[in-house]
């Protein structure tokens, strides 16, 4: 349920209601727009007598929201959600448009290091590396785990780039203390008690869609951070199985315009695994930032043909600056 104020509200009289409706046992959730505040509740709302809400003389009007996700909607919260990667000027949403970029998994340090400093030299706001990797086969190469993040950690010394890395396993936590995002991917997007625990957390969370999963379930997954707490929650579309088998998934760019409708949520896409071939990764990435994605997560890697993971589907620092440079165009022309 969400309750919109009138613009000439009075402190006490919101900060009345809100003591009143957390009395019947919901929770009060602040919206406060340059326009109109909101109070958006979350919990069982069924007791709530709506009549005598909307009856009060400073309220505009009172709405059950439908959906099942409450944080993640926009009727919550109108205004898109700007997530801001702290000590950085990295931002997404809101206008804000990020690239992350950076190689499928951590190799060396040297690999690292000479990534990074490409992408960043390209535009790159933030650096990409899986240290934790999920893969099909248990005889893949599985990253470097811990050492896999203290090279991350090091590459940001030295490049300044803030890191992205993906976790697998809640009792990881305490290694990603110096990660400044961290990433669900696609294969725990609906591992609840993961969700549930990174809620706890205070950092932004970069959600991919599950390889088979609609956008309900995807905003469901970012509610269930949310509803601990964690706000920041970066949606990310990285194709989902289909039929198709020239692609590596089927690239839903719908995902975009609609995530952008139902949720405040920056949405990034992800190119890479979406179409899993590097000469596909340039076009998409172009329709991605032409229908108004807030960021591209872009796989990129010094020796593709000997990439210890996903080499077909990354971009050399070359091909990479050369997307950067047109997804840059692109941008200019949706915002004239
Ligand atoms: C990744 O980004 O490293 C990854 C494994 O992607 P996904 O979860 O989308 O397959
Ligand atoms: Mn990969």
Redesign the pocket.
């Known amino acids: 349920m969400i309750i919109a104020l009138k613009r000439n509200v009075r402190a006490e009289e919101q900060e009345h209601l809100i003591e009143w409706l957390e009395d019947q046992g919901v929770r009060t959730h602040i919206s406060e727009g340059e326009f109109q505040t909101i109070i958006g509740l979350v919990g069982d709302t069924t007791r709530i007598d709506t009549d005598l809400i909307s009856g009060l003389a400073f309220v505009e009007g009172v709405t059950r929201i439908s959906e099942p996700f409450k944080k993640a909607n926009r009727k919550f919260h109108p205004e898109d959600t700007v997530i801001r990667v702290p000590g950085s000027t990295a931002a997404f949403g809101g206008g804000a448009f990020q690239l992350i970029a950076g190689p ?1 998994s951590v190799e060396s340090e040297a690999q690292v290091e000479t990534i990074a400093r490409a992408v960043k030299k390209s535009g790159a706001g933030v650096l990409r590396g ?1 240290a934790f990797k ?1 893969r099909t086969s248990p005889y893949d190469f599985q990253g470097l785990h811990e050492e896999g993040i203290r090279i991350l950690s090091e590459v940001k010394k030295l490049t300044g780039l803030p890191i992205i890395t ?1 976790i697998m396993d809640i009792a990881h936590l305490p290694l990603f203390e110096d990660v400044d995002i961290i ?1 669900v ?3 725990n997007m609906q591992n609840f008690e993961l969700l549930k625990e990174l809620g706890k957390t205070d950092k932004p969370i970069l959600l ?1 869609r599950g390889l088979a999963n609609n956008m309900k379930e995807l905003l469901m997954s970012a509610e269930y951070i949310m509803a601990g707490g964690n706000e920041q929650v970066i949606l990310c579309e ?1 194709g989902v199985r289909t039929f198709e088998t020239y692609t590596r998934n089927t690239l839903d760019l719908s995902a975009v315009a609609v995530l952008h409708e139902l949720s405040h949520l920056p949405v990034v896409v ?1 190119p890479s ?1 979406a179409t899993g071939a590097a000469r596909y990764v340039k076009p998409m990435a172009l329709a991605a930032a032409a229908c108004g994605a807030d960021g591209l997560m872009i796989e990129v890697h010094n020796d593709p043909p000997h990439a210890l993971c996903d080499g077909p589907q990354s971009l050399t620092p070359e091909q990479f600056d050369d997307v950067a440079k047109a997804v840059a165009k692109v941008r200019k022309a949706i915002m004239e």
């Open positions: 499928c899986g999920p993906e990433q991917g696609a294969r991919k990285r992800d695994h």
